[in-house]
């Protein structure tokens, strides 16, 4: 069945500093690909997505390019901020076979230092 | 610009007490879903709905019951809790965009639920 995989955290960064945070899926058909942030104590927000290989999604100055070579979906950030702590979720969505449900991975946590 | 909005934001039951969390979205999406996070699990799809009237099982729905009697609200229900149904729940509701097709989730800020 579909999956995603993320590294495991926490991600203890000084401010300006460059982030990566790996994801890589495993699915059937073709799914679009999402990156979302969860701030404590509050939902999930949309991050960025790309919904077709080679597509690059960004927002807020992180990025996220679509492998499908090599089935990934890895979260960049040239300069972090003390702001950008958080959790983020790697997910994956085949709206062709599945209702357009979520499947996220484990889930990051960042903590970027002043 | 109330977006999902769930109800109640905490509650603390003791093991076999039963209890509805209400979800309401003011969006018009035709999808709505549940999940649940629990600590390095990230989230699992409990059910979720693809129009009123409509319900399906997801990934783990086993002690729960849901209902779509309306296309604004999702609810769910725990008719006898366990402290295995100890987690955060989270409610969202999802529409394709016109530009992409793509489903993006629109999410609750949560219900934090205790069983003792």
């Known amino acids: 069945g579909n999956s995603v995989t993320q590294m495991e955290g926490p991600v203890t960064l000084s401010e300006e500093a460059f982030l990566t945070i790996n994801c890589t899926y495993t699915a059937t058909g073709y799914p679009s690909l999402f990156w979302y942030v969860q701030y404590p104590g509050e939902g999930l927000q949309l991050l960025l997505k790309a919904t077709k290989a080679d597509d690059k999604g960004s927002n807020k100055g992180f990025e996220a390019t679509y492998r499908k070579e090599t089935t990934s979906f890895h979260l960049e950030k040239g300069s972090v901020q003390v702001s950008d702590s958080a959790v983020y979720f790697c997910a994956l969505s085949d709206q062709f076979r599945s209702s357009y449900k979520l499947i996220f991975g484990s889930g990051t946590r960042l903590l970027v230092r002043p | 610009n109330a977006g999902v909005t769930q109800t109640p934001k905490f509650r603390v039951l003791k093991t076999g007490q039963s209890m509805t969390l209400l979800c309401a979205q003011d969006m018009n999406h035709e999808y709505m879903y549940w999940y649940r996070q629990d600590p390095g699990m990230g989230l699992r799809l409990i059910h979720y709905?693809?129009?009123?009237?409509?319900?399906a099982k997801g990934e783990v729905p086993d002690g729960y019951n849901v209902s779509r009697l309306k296309k604004q609200n999702f609810l769910l229900g725990l008719e006898s809790a366990a402290p295995s149904q100890t987690s955060v729940y989270f409610c969202?509701?999802?529409?394709?965009?016109?530009?992409?097709?793509?489903?993006?989730?629109?999410f609750g800020a949560g219900s934090r639920l205790t069983v003792l």
């Open positions: 709905s693809v129009g009123e009237g409509t319900t």
């Open positions: 969202a509701s999802g529409g394709r965009t016109a530009s992409s097709g793509a489903n993006v989730l629109t």
